[in-house]
Protein backbone atom coordinates (compact mmCIF):
# COMPACT_ATOMS: atom_id res chain seq x y z
CA UNK A 1 0.00 0.00 0.00
CA UNK A 2 2.74 2.77 0.55
CA UNK A 3 4.03 1.97 -2.37
CA UNK A 4 1.28 2.59 -4.19
CA UNK A 5 0.93 5.61 -2.89
CA UNK A 6 4.88 6.55 -3.63
CA UNK A 7 4.16 5.56 -6.96
CA UNK A 8 0.82 7.94 -6.82
CA UNK A 9 2.32 10.91 -5.28
CA UNK A 10 5.20 10.92 -7.85
CA UNK A 11 2.63 10.61 -10.68
CA UNK A 12 0.89 13.73 -9.53
CA UNK A 13 4.12 15.77 -8.86
CA UNK A 14 4.63 15.61 -12.62
CA UNK A 15 1.69 16.88 -13.72
CA UNK A 16 1.62 20.15 -15.75
CA UNK A 17 0.92 22.78 -13.19
CA UNK A 18 -0.74 24.90 -15.15
CA UNK A 19 -4.52 24.19 -16.41
CA UNK A 20 -7.84 25.28 -17.65
CA UNK A 21 -9.84 25.32 -14.00
CA UNK A 22 -12.53 27.62 -15.55
CA UNK A 23 -15.02 25.52 -13.21
CA UNK A 24 -14.65 22.24 -14.48
CA UNK A 25 -11.34 20.74 -12.88
CA UNK A 26 -9.76 20.22 -15.88
CA UNK A 27 -5.82 19.87 -16.31
CA UNK A 28 -6.16 20.87 -19.82
CA UNK A 29 -4.06 24.11 -20.91
CA UNK A 30 -6.15 26.74 -22.99
CA UNK A 31 -5.86 26.05 -26.82
CA UNK A 32 -5.44 29.77 -28.88
CA UNK A 33 -5.79 29.80 -32.50
CA UNK A 34 -4.28 33.26 -33.94
CA UNK A 35 -4.53 33.98 -37.02
CA UNK A 36 -1.00 35.00 -38.09
CA UNK A 37 2.60 35.43 -36.49
CA UNK A 38 2.67 38.94 -34.50
CA UNK A 39 -1.06 37.33 -32.35
CA UNK A 40 0.76 34.26 -32.06
CA UNK A 41 3.52 35.86 -30.29
CA UNK A 42 1.45 37.62 -27.79
CA UNK A 43 -0.60 34.32 -26.64
CA UNK A 44 2.86 32.82 -25.95
CA UNK A 45 4.66 35.40 -24.50
CA UNK A 46 1.07 36.41 -22.31
CA UNK A 47 0.28 32.69 -21.83
CA UNK A 48 3.49 30.62 -21.14
CA UNK A 49 2.99 26.73 -20.37
CA UNK A 50 -1.15 27.59 -19.91
CA UNK A 51 -1.75 28.00 -23.53
CA UNK A 52 -1.12 25.98 -26.39
CA UNK A 53 -1.08 28.04 -29.46
CA UNK A 54 -1.61 27.14 -33.32
CA UNK A 55 -0.74 29.89 -35.94
CA UNK A 56 -2.72 29.28 -38.71
CA UNK A 57 -0.27 31.05 -41.03
CA UNK A 58 2.79 28.83 -42.01
CA UNK A 59 6.20 30.42 -41.74
CA UNK A 60 7.18 32.61 -45.03
CA UNK A 61 3.29 33.32 -45.87
CA UNK A 62 1.52 36.18 -47.08
CA UNK A 63 -1.23 36.01 -44.61
CA UNK A 64 -3.38 38.47 -46.34
CA UNK A 65 -3.70 35.47 -48.66
CA UNK A 66 -4.26 32.49 -46.10
CA UNK A 67 -6.64 30.08 -47.37
CA UNK A 68 -8.12 27.50 -44.69
CA UNK A 69 -8.09 23.72 -45.21
CA UNK A 70 -10.41 21.43 -43.34
CA UNK A 71 -7.87 20.90 -40.25
CA UNK A 72 -7.63 25.03 -39.33
CA UNK A 73 -11.10 24.96 -39.70
CA UNK A 74 -11.71 22.79 -37.21
CA UNK A 75 -8.81 24.08 -35.01
CA UNK A 76 -10.92 27.59 -35.14
CA UNK A 77 -14.09 25.79 -34.22
CA UNK A 78 -12.97 23.96 -31.18
CA UNK A 79 -10.77 26.55 -29.93
CA UNK A 80 -11.12 28.49 -26.31
CA UNK A 81 -9.74 31.67 -27.83
CA UNK A 82 -9.42 32.83 -31.12
CA UNK A 83 -7.05 35.94 -31.93
CA UNK A 84 -7.70 37.69 -35.13
CA UNK A 85 -7.73 40.64 -37.29
CA UNK A 86 -11.06 41.54 -38.78
CA UNK A 87 -11.85 44.67 -41.52
CA UNK A 88 -11.34 42.49 -44.59
CA UNK A 89 -7.68 41.29 -43.44
CA UNK A 90 -7.83 37.41 -43.64
CA UNK A 91 -11.44 36.98 -45.25
CA UNK A 92 -11.04 32.86 -44.77
CA UNK A 93 -10.70 33.07 -41.11
CA UNK A 94 -13.12 36.16 -40.65
CA UNK A 95 -15.47 33.57 -42.67
CA UNK A 96 -14.31 30.73 -40.08
CA UNK A 97 -14.97 32.33 -36.74
CA UNK A 98 -19.02 32.33 -36.83
CA UNK A 99 -18.14 28.73 -36.43
CA UNK A 100 -16.13 28.81 -33.34
CA UNK A 101 -17.63 27.72 -30.04
CA UNK A 102 -14.78 29.44 -28.11
CA UNK A 103 -14.29 33.80 -27.88
CA UNK A 104 -13.62 35.14 -31.43
CA UNK A 105 -12.03 38.12 -31.19
CA UNK A 106 -11.17 40.61 -33.67
CA UNK A 107 -8.50 42.76 -32.15
CA UNK A 108 -8.89 45.54 -34.66
CA UNK A 109 -12.00 46.30 -32.71
CA UNK A 110 -9.64 47.95 -29.23
CA UNK A 111 -7.69 50.07 -31.30
CA UNK A 112 -7.85 52.79 -33.53
CA UNK A 113 -7.74 51.83 -37.14
CA UNK A 114 -7.82 54.15 -40.57
CA UNK A 115 -10.16 52.94 -43.19
CA UNK A 116 -8.66 51.79 -46.54
CA UNK A 117 -9.35 53.93 -49.66
CA UNK A 118 -9.38 53.17 -53.32
CA UNK A 119 -8.72 49.47 -55.18
CA UNK A 120 -8.51 47.53 -52.18
CA UNK A 121 -11.53 48.85 -50.49
CA UNK A 122 -13.48 47.94 -53.05
CA UNK A 123 -12.23 44.31 -53.13
CA UNK A 124 -12.95 44.04 -49.69
CA UNK A 125 -10.33 45.29 -47.13
CA UNK A 126 -12.03 47.62 -44.78
CA UNK A 127 -9.07 49.32 -42.90
CA UNK A 128 -5.69 49.46 -43.04
CA UNK A 129 -4.69 46.07 -40.83
CA UNK A 130 -1.15 46.91 -39.94
CA UNK A 131 -1.73 48.21 -36.35
CA UNK A 132 1.13 45.60 -34.60
CA UNK A 133 3.53 47.88 -36.46
CA UNK A 134 2.98 50.78 -33.74
CA UNK A 135 4.01 49.66 -30.78
CA UNK A 136 1.50 51.90 -28.55
CA UNK A 137 -1.55 50.06 -30.42
CA UNK A 138 0.54 46.77 -30.19
CA UNK A 139 0.42 47.19 -26.43
CA UNK A 140 -3.78 47.48 -26.02
CA UNK A 141 -3.86 44.08 -28.71
CA UNK A 142 -1.90 42.99 -25.82
CA UNK A 143 -3.76 43.85 -22.77
CA UNK A 144 -7.08 42.48 -24.94
CA UNK A 145 -5.49 38.96 -25.58
CA UNK A 146 -4.67 38.67 -21.89
CA UNK A 147 -8.23 39.41 -20.66
CA UNK A 148 -9.40 36.64 -23.24
CA UNK A 149 -7.20 33.96 -21.66
CA UNK A 150 -7.88 34.91 -18.56
CA UNK A 151 -11.28 34.55 -19.19
CA UNK A 152 -11.10 31.72 -21.01
CA UNK A 153 -9.82 29.71 -17.88
CA UNK A 154 -6.31 29.99 -17.40
CA UNK A 155 -4.57 28.34 -13.94
CA UNK A 156 -4.43 30.86 -10.86
CA UNK A 157 -0.76 29.19 -11.27
CA UNK A 158 -0.33 30.95 -14.67
CA UNK A 159 0.21 34.78 -14.18
CA UNK A 160 -1.13 36.12 -17.22
CA UNK A 161 -1.64 39.52 -16.29
CA UNK A 162 2.26 39.91 -15.17
CA UNK A 163 3.03 38.39 -18.39
CA UNK A 164 1.10 40.86 -20.29
CA UNK A 165 2.41 43.37 -17.93
CA UNK A 166 6.25 42.55 -18.87
CA UNK A 167 5.31 42.62 -22.62
CA UNK A 168 3.96 45.77 -22.31
CA UNK A 169 6.54 47.56 -20.85
CA UNK A 170 9.08 45.71 -23.51
CA UNK A 171 6.54 47.31 -26.14
CA UNK A 172 6.85 50.56 -24.04
CA UNK A 173 10.29 50.67 -24.33
CA UNK A 174 10.50 49.75 -27.78
CA UNK A 175 8.08 52.69 -28.19
CA UNK A 176 10.60 55.23 -26.13
CA UNK A 177 13.69 53.72 -27.93
CA UNK A 178 11.57 54.93 -31.75
CA UNK A 179 10.62 58.11 -30.27
CA UNK A 180 14.13 59.18 -28.88
CA UNK A 181 16.17 57.71 -32.28
CA UNK A 182 13.65 58.78 -35.29
CA UNK A 183 13.12 62.48 -33.36
CA UNK A 184 16.04 64.30 -35.19
CA UNK A 185 16.84 63.21 -38.77
CA UNK A 186 17.66 64.46 -41.71
CA UNK A 187 14.50 62.97 -43.76
CA UNK A 188 11.23 61.97 -42.44
CA UNK A 189 9.89 60.28 -45.58
CA UNK A 190 9.66 56.22 -46.37
CA UNK A 191 9.17 55.32 -49.25
CA UNK A 192 8.02 51.67 -48.89
CA UNK A 193 7.03 48.36 -50.80
CA UNK A 194 3.69 48.27 -49.89
CA UNK A 195 1.44 50.66 -47.37
CA UNK A 196 2.10 48.63 -44.43
CA UNK A 197 3.81 51.55 -42.02
CA UNK A 198 1.05 54.18 -42.00
CA UNK A 199 0.65 53.57 -38.36
CA UNK A 200 4.17 53.15 -37.53
CA UNK A 201 4.72 56.30 -39.54
CA UNK A 202 2.03 58.31 -37.92
CA UNK A 203 3.15 57.33 -34.18
CA UNK A 204 6.89 58.79 -35.10
CA UNK A 205 5.81 61.78 -37.19
CA UNK A 206 7.07 60.53 -40.51
CA UNK A 207 5.32 60.58 -43.98
CA UNK A 208 5.08 57.02 -45.70
CA UNK A 209 4.67 56.74 -49.75
CA UNK A 210 4.18 53.52 -51.05
CA UNK A 211 4.95 51.95 -53.99
CA UNK A 212 2.00 49.67 -53.89
CA UNK A 213 -1.18 49.79 -51.76
CA UNK A 214 -2.31 48.05 -48.57
CA UNK A 215 -2.29 45.00 -50.64
CA UNK A 216 1.21 43.93 -51.52
CA UNK A 217 0.59 42.38 -54.95
CA UNK A 218 -1.13 45.80 -56.58
CA UNK A 219 0.98 46.39 -59.60
CA UNK A 220 1.98 49.77 -59.81
CA UNK A 221 1.19 51.39 -63.26
CA UNK A 222 4.21 52.93 -65.05
CA UNK A 223 3.16 56.98 -64.36
CA UNK A 224 3.06 55.99 -60.58
CA UNK A 225 6.77 54.85 -60.95
CA UNK A 226 7.42 57.66 -62.95
CA UNK A 227 6.59 59.89 -60.46
CA UNK A 228 7.90 57.99 -57.36
CA UNK A 229 10.97 58.36 -59.23
CA UNK A 230 10.74 62.09 -59.05
CA UNK A 231 9.29 61.97 -55.62
CA UNK A 232 12.34 60.26 -54.34
CA UNK A 233 15.18 62.72 -56.36
CA UNK A 234 13.20 65.40 -55.17
CA UNK A 235 13.19 64.48 -51.57
CA UNK A 236 16.94 63.31 -51.16
CA UNK A 237 15.58 59.51 -50.38
CA UNK A 238 18.30 57.65 -50.08
CA UNK A 239 16.65 54.24 -49.34
CA UNK A 240 13.86 52.58 -51.00
CA UNK A 241 12.37 49.98 -48.11
CA UNK A 242 11.79 46.43 -49.00
CA UNK A 243 10.03 43.68 -47.39
CA UNK A 244 10.64 39.96 -46.27
CA UNK A 245 7.55 38.38 -47.30
CA UNK A 246 7.44 40.36 -50.57
CA UNK A 247 9.46 40.23 -53.79
CA UNK A 248 11.24 43.23 -53.78
CA UNK A 249 11.99 43.38 -57.99
CA UNK A 250 9.28 46.49 -58.20
CA UNK A 251 11.27 48.06 -55.18
CA UNK A 252 14.81 47.42 -56.90
CA UNK A 253 13.96 48.90 -60.29
CA UNK A 254 12.06 51.75 -58.50
CA UNK A 255 15.85 52.46 -56.54
CA UNK A 256 18.01 51.19 -59.82
CA UNK A 257 16.23 54.25 -61.90
CA UNK A 258 16.30 56.41 -58.92
CA UNK A 259 20.00 56.00 -58.42
CA UNK A 260 19.19 54.87 -54.74
CA UNK A 261 20.19 52.00 -52.31
CA UNK A 262 17.37 49.36 -50.95
CA UNK A 263 16.92 47.78 -47.47
CA UNK A 264 14.52 45.37 -45.82
CA UNK A 265 11.96 46.56 -43.16
CA UNK A 266 10.22 44.14 -41.62
CA UNK A 267 6.50 44.25 -41.72
CA UNK A 268 6.90 41.09 -39.08
CA UNK A 269 3.87 38.88 -40.52
CA UNK A 270 5.48 36.06 -40.24
CA UNK A 271 8.80 34.39 -39.37
CA UNK A 272 10.71 32.71 -42.17
CA UNK A 273 12.07 29.32 -40.86
CA UNK A 274 15.80 31.18 -40.60
CA UNK A 275 14.77 33.55 -38.51
CA UNK A 276 12.84 31.57 -36.35
CA UNK A 277 16.10 29.13 -36.08
CA UNK A 278 18.25 32.37 -35.45
CA UNK A 279 15.80 33.16 -32.17
CA UNK A 280 14.49 36.50 -34.22
CA UNK A 281 11.03 37.40 -32.75
CA UNK A 282 8.73 40.61 -33.10
CA UNK A 283 10.59 42.66 -30.61
CA UNK A 284 14.26 41.91 -32.09
CA UNK A 285 12.91 42.91 -35.54
CA UNK A 286 11.14 45.72 -34.42
CA UNK A 287 14.79 47.15 -33.56
CA UNK A 288 15.97 45.73 -36.70
CA UNK A 289 13.51 48.18 -38.32
CA UNK A 290 14.77 51.01 -35.39
CA UNK A 291 18.21 50.98 -37.34
CA UNK A 292 17.03 50.63 -40.94
CA UNK A 293 15.26 53.72 -40.51
CA UNK A 294 17.97 55.13 -38.66
CA UNK A 295 20.18 54.64 -41.36
CA UNK A 296 17.61 55.48 -43.79
CA UNK A 297 16.72 58.91 -42.76
CA UNK A 298 19.84 59.81 -41.93
CA UNK A 299 19.32 60.43 -38.02
CA UNK A 300 21.62 61.50 -35.25
Not at 78 to 94: K, S
Not at 128 to 156: M, N
Not at 260 to 288: C, H, P
Request: charged share 20%; with cysteine; net charge negative.
Amino acid sequence: MRTILILVLATASLLPACGNEAGNGSDERVSVVASFYPLAFVAERIGGGCVDVTNLTPPGIEPHDIELSPDPVESIATADVVLYLGGGFQPAIEDAVRDASGEAIDLLGVVSTSPAEGEVAAEGLIVDPHVWLDPGRFALIVEAAADAIDRAGAASSCDVAGAAASLRADLESLDNDFRTSLGGCDRDLIVTNHAAFGYLASAYGLRQEAIAGLEPETEPSARRLAALIELVKREGVTTILTEELVSPDVAETLAGEAGVDTAVLYTIEGLTDEESAAGEDYLSLMRKNLETLRVALGCS
